[in-house]
């Protein structure tokens, strides 16, 4: 157990939907970063926050956003879904100073219909 | 802009034997690397880092990693492969000289198959 946490599990919804997913990073982690893993693309980057403000982005669609609380959690929210945001949504943690492991969450499993 | 490879998508090795799973790195600073385990249906584990110091970097579940500068590589090892092991494998890079904020970029990934 990495001691991240994300909910929920699994979501199944349709196209044109809107759905977040929640991450809650290790005890004292101040930095959040968000990842997709799909079959097709591997394992890509979508965004970090640091103690509340963005401080990187990969590559995230603008119809794709997120954001990280005063208490630490960070939530992606995905809007007008397609078929092909279809994959496992990971979210990781570091207490980022230099040479920081990133811990990973179980991740989020997203079936668009 | 920083870059990793496995060039291998999938390694098999008998039970018992060793194994090797390779990577290479492009970054324009002093490279950060990182290797991680995920079995199916779960998220990535850390398994061992290096930062610096000695090439030669423990880990994990007996594994161990080699950093060599001059190759760019840094390839996971591990005398005596077990079923257990069986997974997906991936190599990781980041910019040690940008600070906190840099990125890490991971590789494919090599699928990981040891056979009983």
């Known amino acids: 157990d990495s001691g991240v946490t994300q909910t929920p599990k699994h979501l199944i919804t349709a196209t044109g939907q809107r759905v977040t997913l929640r991450c809650s990073p290790r005890s004292g982690d101040l930095s959040v970063y968000w990842y997709q893993q799909s079959l097709d693309q591997g394992l890509q980057f979508l965004i970090q926050?640091?103690?509340?403000?963005?401080?990187a982005k990969g590559n995230i669609l603008e119809r794709f956003s997120a954001q990280q609380f005063p208490d630490l959690h960070s939530e992606l929210n995905l809007s007008s879904l397609e078929l092909g945001d279809s994959a496992l949504y990971f979210c990781?943690?570091?207490?980022?100073?230099?040479?920081?492991?990133?811990?990973f969450g179980p991740g989020t499993r997203l079936l668009v219909l | 802009a920083q870059s990793v490879a496995q060039p291998e998508d999938q390694v098999n090795v008998a039970e018992g034997n060793p194994l090797t799973v390779k990577c290479t790195y492009s970054v324009s600073g002093n490279p950060y690397l990182f290797w991680y385990v995920q079995y199916p249906n779960r998220g990535l584990q850390f398994l061992l880092k290096y930062i610096t110091g000695d090439n030669l970097v423990k880990g994990s579940y007996g594994f161990e990693a080699e950093f060599n500068k001059s190759q760019t590589s840094f390839h996971l090892k591990k005398p005596s492969a077990l079923v257990s092991d069986s997974a997906l494998y991936f190599c990781?890079?980041?910019?040690?000289?940008?600070?906190?904020?840099?990125?890490?970029?991971f590789g494919t990934g090599t699928k990981l198959q040891v056979i009983p």
């Open positions: 990781a890079v980041r910019d040690g000289d940008s600070g906190g904020y840099q990125k890490v970029t």
């Open positions: 926050y640091y103690n509340g403000e963005e401080r």
């Open positions: 990781a943690s570091s207490v980022n100073l230099p040479g920081e492991t990133q811990y």
